[in-house]
């Protein structure tokens, strides 16, 4: 049996992180968890470009053309969506999601969802690194990962047909 895993050294890696400025209190801390992860791992300041959307329902179409740009080995995705008193919530994080999806599976490079949806501030706060660690770091070793795997997957010779 061949097993293939993805590891956390980053070295040489390059890392897009495509942020929403919306509830910036909550994005801006996922992205210096984020960051950190990425230094931690072995990725230098250098090879990490951030790119800046008005609101997470936008974070998509930046995602999907960065990602498609062939520059990086990873592009993470940082966004904040807070319940509200309308239904406005359940349409941003669904269309929100499936944007990133779609991106991940048509992208040349691993993409990671670090967008919180949370029922309200304090919950986003608490995963934003105040209480429940930071899910900017744990979207950013889940792009390291994947990035890794994906390119362990690529060296894998075309499987033989029998005939």
């Given at each position: 049996?061949?097993?293939?895993?993805?590891?956390?050294?980053?070295?040489?890696?390059?890392?897009?992180?495509?942020?929403?400025?919306?509830?910036?209190?909550?994005?801006?801390?996922?992205?210096?968890?984020?960051?950190?992860?990425?230094?931690?791992?072995?990725?230098?300041?250098?090879?990490?470009?951030?790119?800046?959307?008005?609101?997470?329902f936008?974070?998509?179409?930046?995602?999907?053309?960065?990602?498609?740009?062939?520059?990086?080995?990873?592009?993470?995705?940082?966004?904040?969506?807070?319940?509200?008193?309308?239904?406005?919530?359940?349409?941003?994080a669904a269309?929100?999601?499936?944007?990133?999806?779609?991106?991940?599976?048509?992208a040349?490079?691993?993409?990671a969802?670090?967008?919180?949806?949370?029922d309200?501030?304090?919950?986003?706060?608490e995963?934003?690194?105040?209480?429940?660690?930071?899910?900017?770091?744990?979207a950013?070793?889940?792009?390291?990962?994947?990035?890794?795997?994906?390119?362990?997957?690529?060296?894998?010779?075309?499987?033989?047909?029998?005939?």
């Amino acid at each position: 049996m061949n097993v293939y895993e993805g590891s956390l050294v980053a070295t040489g890696l390059k890392a897009a992180v495509v942020v929403a400025r919306f509830n910036s209190l909550i994005t801006e801390q996922l992205l210096e968890g984020a960051a950190d992860a990425l230094r931690r791992h072995g990725v230098k300041d250098a090879d990490v470009d951030v790119f800046r959307c008005p609101g997470t329902f936008e974070l998509p179409a930046l995602l999907r053309r960065v990602a498609a740009s062939g520059r990086y080995d990873m592009a993470i995705a940082l966004g904040a969506v807070i319940r509200g008193g309308t239904p406005h919530f359940e349409y941003v994080a669904a269309e929100t999601t499936k944007g990133v999806a779609q991106v991940s599976m048509e992208a040349g490079c691993a993409v990671a969802m670090g967008i919180l949806t949370c029922d309200t501030m304090e919950q986003a706060l608490e995963r934003a690194g105040v209480k429940a660690g930071n899910k900017g770091a744990e979207a950013a070793a889940a792009a390291i990962e994947q990035a890794n795997v994906l390119r362990e997957a690529g060296k894998l010779p075309p499987a033989r047909r029998v005939e």
